[in-house]
């Protein structure tokens, strides 16, 4: 029974120095060289080449400028730190009808369409009052971005036109055409809304 | 639902179907010591490790001695991890400083309850998670204590399983190989060859990999954010590959930077199925008859099937509770970014959702990629009850396999006694011993998630008690009503089935918790691995009897049915009660619009 024992204390320590240490940081080595930009987090910069965020992580846009993203229960929305969603099931009546301090599906449903000026009788895509699992969803639905394109072009005093083919060229389709779903990252759409003249 | 939808389900269960053979082949060839592709570098390498830990490697152990090393092995490297995690604060890759007296603001403190709950965790396959990894785990926690046990959990299940199947195959021998030379060869010869491109596959796509402090910067609207690293690609690969499942981030594989695309997750998912499913086809070869593996894998992808198409359809119906305020879910107008979007991402939609929901739970993999405790009820049900059914449905790598053998063993037992025989599994007689094994390999499951369950219902605290600072066991619930009932329910089914998904609104991380959920993993684990194994030990011992006119064919359609039957009426009949208390009566309440 000790040889056991010791024969166990043996592998497990050469298992983890091959499984717990090579294994990892012969992978770094490789992916750092191979793929250095995805391997660090997709970072995008701005001019001054300082990093403005993660082509992979959504944030948080609050002027109306800018479009906005999914709600996010990550910390107060889209806190990197504090990945996750709501866990609230479907028959949660804060998740539906909200509470003082939360918004509910209730309260974000009203909420954009005041900010969007959309009244009642046109309907609201799901997944724009929806929070996603990691609160860092970094896409939109085309349905959500038309939605909000005729406040942009007001805000910004641009045709409305020149926003939704804006749209229609930031559209991600399905991988190998019929894989995941088509979707439009926020974050490189707001960029390129910044980059028009 | 939608067509498309429903292709990506089939196009995936596909591409499992195909692999399976040319795995399963390989794996077998490496378990027999056959040569192999990579025989040529890996082999010296084995010996080495065999030099090193001093390992007779010629040894043919019985099945008590093999059992002893599972656990004095198991119990090892528990220990190591446990050490790892309290003192990590100590030691290096800690660029976060967790741990010391500079640590920033949202570090969570890393307790002795904690890592003994990880450490049982992880050793157990299950990587139940009671903390969130980007403000808990420095880096070589992540890789030392946690992803070296991905790699070590899921090769003792695959070891466990393969001794089994030599139970069967072995005449009056009485031993069921080497537990040592098992688990070397499963580690090097097929999880690792398999996850280094597997990685690196992952990080073209997006998945981090560096050992980075956590960058914060301002964003495009003025926004601070920090975004954490780490070595996430290499742990995500085992993570899946091994049916572990425990996530590098606290969204696991909804976060972006673990699954940034869905190809990753297709990935990921296929990962996840491909070892349990490959395995059917070794077990066939070993026992040389390749039509009892394809009865397990027909039974497995019957039951797959079925559960991911019910749970895809009640996903894509949505919450009814959303109409009064206008909100469009259809999904024959938005495709699949209609239905309950709610903890769900875009990019997988409800489609890869629902189907990753059912993979991770008919598996012991744990890992998600959406919000299950955002489930509707349907859906929460079939994930709930892919746990309970013992998760045969493929299952965990090696506990997948002989979880299923013990179904088949009641099954031809429940045959023999209807006509009147006694019963023969692989040409062995299914006597007293292996059915009172069988037994208690459901009846413990069944106690320690029942039980457990019972007791943290009704379980009293006073409030801010060092056991429990939520006050009663029902405090540390988000939901009230049915809904919370399935977050306790879910928990303990999901530690004994040494699953490690969550309905993830349960504040799990209190010693009263932490410590109740450790005792059903390590139920769930060992008391599952000893009596099968014994089980092992007794058929090792006795005579192969030929087939003769009377044995009941188990490759038989007659007996996929059977099968079928004997695994869902077991776990009906166990838990109905139990999941009617929850997600069922959740189910026609929310018709009704009645919110809690």
Redesign the interface.
């Known amino acids: 029974m000790i040889k056991i024992f010791l024969d166990s204390i043996k592998l497990t320590l050469v298992l983890a120095i091959i499984t717990g240490l090579i294994y990892p940081l012969v992978i770094t080595g490789l992916a750092n060289i191979m793929f250095d930009d995805k391997a660090n987090g997709s970072l995008l910069y701005d001019q001054n080449h300082k990093v403005i965020g993660s082509k992979l992580i959504g944030q948080a846009f609050t002027s109306n400028k800018y479009f906005q993203g999914r709600p996010s229960r990550a910390g107060n929305g889209y806190d990197a730190l504090l990945s996750g969603g709501s866990n609230l099931g479907s028959t949660s009546q804060k998740l539906i009808e909200g509470n003082k301090d939360f918004d509910g599906i209730k309260q974000l449903a009203a909420k954009y369409r005041l900010v969007n000026k959309i009244d009642f009788t046109t309907k609201i895509p799901v997944e724009a009052v929806t929070a996603s699992a990691s609160g860092l969803d970094p896409d939109i639905s085309y349905e959500n971005a038309m939605l909000q394109a005729p406040r942009i072009a007001s805000v910004r005093h641009l045709s409305q036109n020149k926003v939704t083919d804006l749209i229609e060229l930031n559209v991600q389709k399905r991988e190998l055409g019929f894989i995941g779903e088509p979707r439009i990252n926020v974050l490189i759409l707001n960029l390129d809304l910044d980059k028009l003249p | 639902m939608t067509f498309?939808g429903i292709?990506?389900i089939f196009?995936f269960i596909s591409l499992i179907l195909l692999i399976a053979k040319p795995l399963g082949l390989y794996i077998y060839n490496v378990l027999e010591g056959n040569n192999t592709l990579f025989s040529g570098i890996l082999r010296p390498s084995e010996m080495l490790?065999y030099r090193?830990?001093?390992?007779d490697f010629c040894e043919e152990m019985n099945w008590l001695?093999y059992t002893?090393?599972v656990i004095?092995?198991s119990?090892?490297?528990m220990l190591?991890t446990y050490l790892l995690l309290i003192f990590q604060n100590l030691l290096p890759l800690n660029p976060m400083h967790f741990g010391l007296s500079d640590a920033p603001a949202?570090a969570t403190k890393m307790t002795p309850d904690l890592a003994f709950n990880t450490a049982i965790s992880f050793t157990t396959n299950t990587n139940w998670q009671s903390y969130?990894g980007?403000?808990t785990m420095t880096y070589l926690s992540q890789?030392?204590?946690l992803?070296?046990h991905n790699?070590?959990s899921s090769a003792t299940g695959i070891a466990v399983a393969i001794a089994v199947i030599r139970g069967f195959i072995a005449n009056r021998v009485g031993t069921i190989g080497n537990f040592?030379t098992d688990?070397?060869r499963i580690?090097?010869y097929i999880?690792?060859p398999i996850?280094?491109p597997l990685?690196?596959l992952l990080?073209?796509?997006?998945?981090?990999?560096?050992?980075?402090p956590?960058?914060t910067?301002?964003?495009?609207?003025n926004?601070n954010?920090?975004?954490?690293?780490g070595?996430v690609?290499?742990?995500e690969a085992?993570k899946n590959l091994g049916t572990n499942g425990g996530g590098f981030?606290?969204?696991n594989s909804?976060?972006?930077?673990e699954n940034?695309?869905?190809?990753t997750?297709?990935l990921e998912m296929l990962s996840i199925f491909i070892i349990p499913a490959a395995l059917t086809y070794t077990f066939g070869k070993m026992v040389k008859d390749t039509r009892q593996g394809v009865a397990l894998l027909t039974v497995m992808t019957i039951i797959f099937l079925i559960g991911t198409l019910v749970t895809y359809h009640f996903e894509a119906k949505?919450?009814p509770?959303?109409k009064?305020?206008?909100?469009?879910?259809a999904t024959n107008q938005?495709?699949?970014?209609?239905?309950?979007?709610?903890?769900?991402?875009?990019?997988?939609?409800i489609a890869?959702s629902s189907l990753f929901a059912v993979v991770t739970t008919d598996t012991s993999c744990g890992a998600?990629?959406?919000?299950h405790?955002?489930l509707?009820?349907m859906g929460?049900l079939i994930t709930l009850l892919n746990i309970e059914l013992g998760e045969v449905v493929f299952g965990g790598t090696g506990s997948g396999l002989y979880g299923i053998i013990v179904f088949a063993v009641l099954s031809v037992f429940i045959a023999g006694l209807m006509v009147g025989r006694t019963p023969e599994y692989l040409g062995k007689k299914i006597e007293k011993k292996e059915v009172k094994m069988a037994m208690l390999f459901i009846l413990i499951a069944a106690f320690s998630i029942l039980v457990f369950t019972a007791i943290a219902s009704v379980i009293n605290f006073p409030k801010d008690s060092f056991w429990n600072s939520f006050g009663s066991g029902t405090n540390n619930l988000?939901?009230?009503?049915?809904?919370g009932f399935?977050e306790l329910l879910y928990a303990f089914s999901s530690c004994t089935g040494n699953n490690g998904s969550a309905?993830?609104?349960l504040s799990a991380n209190t010693p009263f918790y932490n410590i109740l959920l450790g005792i059903a993993m390590f139920l769930g684990r060992f008391f599952m691995i000893i009596p099968v194994l014994a089980m092992a030990g007794s058929l090792s011992e006795k005579k192969l009897v030929p087939a003769s006119i009377g044995t009941f064919p188990t490759y038989s359609y007659l007996f996929v049915i059977l099968l079928i039957s004997v695994i869902l009426i077991v776990g009906a009949l166990t838990f109905f009660p139990a999941l009617c208390l929850g997600p069922i009566i959740?189910e026609f309440?929310?018709r009704q619009g009645?919110?809690?």
Not at chain 2, 368 to 371: A, D, I, K, P, S
């Open positions: 498309l292709c990506q196009f490790i090193l830990a001093n390992i001695k002893q090393c004095a092995f119990l090892v490297s190591l949202y969130a980007e403000t890789m030392l204590a992803a070296f790699f070590v040592w688990l070397t580690t090097i999880l690792l996850c280094i990685a690196l990080v073209s796509q997006g998945v981090v990999q560096n050992l980075n956590y960058l910067f301002t964003t495009l609207d926004h954010q920090t975004l954490s690293f070595l690609a290499s742990q085992i981030f606290n969204a909804a976060h972006p930077f940034p695309t869905p190809l997750n297709l949505g919450n509770n959303f009064p305020y206008n909100i469009n879910y938005l495709g699949d970014s209609g239905g309950n979007m709610e903890g769900k991402e875009l990019r997988f939609g890869n998600v990629n959406c919000l405790d955002c509707t009820p929460g988000n939901n009230v009503g049915p809904h399935s309905f993830a609104g959740e309440l929310m009645k919110l809690f």
